[in-house]
């Protein structure tokens, strides 16, 4: 199994991007996968999470109603779609596959991961 992240980069804060993980060696409907994030000075956090059953979405209280997460089944690719985007947001992104998702402190995350992608740098400044 492999994950390829991309599609970070820089933006001015209410600015959008798309991050994209293509898999290999799996497919993307048939694994819960999702995203965190990891700022400078910071853990890394759950952001978002897709079940592979029913594909339901989770998401952390500070991205909700500005991020979605979605798959696309014939690109074998996860995506976040990332819009009104703030300075908090500035965090290396990484997507993962484990076995469910959990929503608990307002914190959506991938549980039992077992397998992470790269990080791809999203970075939100004026």
């Known amino acids: 199994v492999q994950l390829q992240a991309s599609g970070g980069g820089s933006v001015q804060p209410g600015g959008s991007l798309r991050l994209s993980c293509s898999g290999s060696?799996?497919?993307?409907?048939?694994?819960?996968t999702g995203w965190f994030r990891q700022a400078p000075g910071k853990e890394r956090e759950g952001v978002s999470c897709?079940?592979?059953?029913?594909?339901?979405?989770y998401y952390t209280n500070s991205v909700k109603g500005r991020f979605t997460i979605g798959r696309d089944v014939a690109r074998n690719t996860i995506y976040l779609q990332m819009n009104s985007l703030k300075t908090e947001d500035t965090a290396v992104y990484y997507c993962?596959?484990?076995?469910?998702?959990?929503?608990?402190?307002?914190?959506?995350?991938?549980?039992?991961?077992?397998?992470w992608g790269q990080g791809t740098q999203v970075t939100v400044s004026s």
């Open positions: 897709i079940s592979s059953m029913d594909g339901t979405t």
């Open positions: 993962a596959t484990g076995r469910w998702c959990t929503v608990g402190a307002g914190v959506a995350r991938v549980r039992r991961v077992d397998y």
């Open positions: 060696g799996f497919g993307v409907d048939g694994l819960v």
